[in-house]
């Protein structure tokens, strides 16, 4: 299996990768049913190329990457909301309908004291994105006779804290 991990950098991220690599190299074996054969780790660093390479090349997606702490409330919406849509644009142009597992905030509820945020806007408008992939994209290309786990997900982080 082949792991493409955004946000690859970032503290979840860079936990995630450590994990998976001692998943792949035996050092953690409570999974042995789990073969990982390639992480890949994209983050702000890496090109457009790489992208394309690994979103052709992938299985499985863990979407980290996100703007939380901007210079200016626009890169909000370029970060959660932009990268999102180059993701998946890039996934449809491969034709690869592999699992994408997203990470929100439960700010992207808009209710509350989150009812007015700039970020939570951005997190529901890329959530929004994804909820549209599956049903758009997803099951659109998929056969009635294939047998897909393609489902969504969102996952929303109520507290994680970096030390």
Not at 6 to 17: H, R, W
Not at 48 to 69: H, I, K, M, S, T
Request: aromatic fraction near 10%; glycine fraction near 6%.
């Amino acid at each position: 299996m082949n792991i493409l991990i955004t946000g690859a950098k970032g503290f979840v991220g860079k936990n995630l990768c450590a994990a998976l690599k001692n998943i792949r190299d035996n050092k953690d074996r409570r999974f042995p049913e789990l073969k990982i054969e390639e992480i890949f780790e994209y983050d702000l660093d890496s090109t457009p190329q790489e992208l394309d390479q690994w979103c052709r090349d992938c299985d499985f997606v863990f979407n980290l990457a996100g703007v939380n702490r901007p210079q200016n409330q626009e890169e909000f919406m370029q970060g959660n909301f932009g990268f999102a849509s180059t993701l998946l644009d890039t996934l449809k142009k491969h034709g690869n309908r592999c699992p994408v597992m997203l990470s929100s905030s439960q700010q992207a509820s808009l209710t509350g004291r989150f009812g007015n945020s700039e970020y939570g806007r951005s997190k529901k408008a890329g959530e929004d994105l994804f909820l549209n992939y599956e049903r758009d994209f997803l099951k659109a290309t998929t056969d009635l006779t294939d047998k897909t786990d393609n489902e969504e997900s969102v996952q929303s982080e109520s507290s994680v804290f970096e030390k």
